[in-house]
């Protein structure tokens, strides 16, 4: 199933340390139109049905997405299922979810959205990275609107950001999580954006293997376990030999495409910021032959990787 994830703005209400994309570019990031949004959808959908596809999945990201008006989510998204009815649309978010209000809910009920958050561990964690722009923590915030996602019956992904600030504590964030009933997944701080400047967050393969092979042996003797969705990717992947995770792909760019506020075409929202890997335009240019360049340019990518860096790994 091609995956699109499509950036309303990449400005953003919080100040995360370690956030991907830099400050300066979420200062002044600009909001997509709801006109530029339906063609976005126009583009998508005939690049669908060209390729004899049923579904396609939408990912709304940011920046933050929910500042974006929940009239323009409404509007796009009755645009989207009107206008293709032929398509299996399935839709999803990537929100701090502090800016949650009722009418947003309202949309996300509606369209049945699937919703994904971040949350860095027990507030004395999570509060150290994952900041407002006055400086303040954010964890009660995000944990309050937890609340509400439960008590109107929305399920929700919980992510967790590893860092040098918490990856000591990962058993103890794994019983946080278990208290509040939640499974979670686990991403690796990666140094771009922001995270460049906040160098000290930054941690080592070696210590990243470490803490989840610690994490591994105590969540299997656990036996009322919540789910750590890598676990349940990584046995999945050698039990079948497929993976559904983009980055252990052989070629990442056969399914997945980011669409940027004002259009331009990226590889991956990890590139946003950096003009060289804007592979084409929404407004301009043919989705086939933007997947064609994508392709190209990342043929080589796993035959690189193990001729450079895995030469020495014995699995």
């Not at 999570?126 to 006055?134: A, I, K, P, V």
């Not at 954010?138 to 439960?150: D, F, G």
């Amino acid at each position: 199933m091609f995956t699109f994830l499509i950036k309303p703005t990449n400005a953003c209400n919080l100040r995360c340390k370690y956030c991907f994309i830099q400050d300066t570019l979420k200062a002044s990031s600009k909001i997509m139109s709801v006109d530029l949004a339906k063609k976005t959808i126009d583009k998508i959908a005939e690049f669908i049905i060209e390729h004899d596809q049923k579904e396609c999945k939408i990912i709304w990201h940011g920046g933050e997405p929910l500042l974006w008006k929940a009239s323009n989510y409404d509007a796009v998204l009755s645009y989207m299922y009107d206008a293709y009815p032929e398509i299996s649309w399935e839709n999803a978010m990537q929100s701090n979810l502090t800016l949650l209000t009722d009418e947003h809910l309202r949309v996300i009920k509606k369209y049945d959205i699937d919703i994904s958050t971040s949350m860095d561990g027990y507030e004395q964690v999570h509060d150290q990275t994952r900041l407002t722009s006055d400086g303040s923590g954010s964890h009660s915030l995000v944990l309050e609107k937890i609340r509400t996602l439960r008590g109107e019956g929305i399920n929700f992904g919980l992510i967790l950001v590893l860092t040098s600030r918490n990856i000591d504590k990962i058993i103890d964030i794994y019983r946080y999580y278990k208290n509040l009933n939640q499974g979670f997944l686990i991403n690796p701080l990666l140094a771009e954006g922001e995270a460049k400047t906040n160098e000290d967050l930054s941690i080592t393969p070696e210590q990243y293997s470490e803490a989840m092979i610690k994490l591994f042996d105590y969540w299997v003797k656990d036996k009322d376990a919540v789910s750590v969705s890598n676990f349940v990717e990584w046995t999945s992947s050698i039990a079948t030999g497929m993976t559904s995770i983009c980055s252990f792909c052989r070629n990442c760019q056969t399914i997945f495409s980011v669409i940027e506020p004002n259009g331009d075409i990226a590889p991956c929202d990890r590139f946003c910021g950096h003009k060289e890997f804007i592979f084409g335009n929404i407004q301009t240019d043919d989705l086939t032959d933007v997947y064609e360049r994508k392709y190209r340019a990342f043929a080589n990518r796993a035959y690189i990787l193990k001729d450079s860096e895995c030469q020495d790994c014995r699995f």
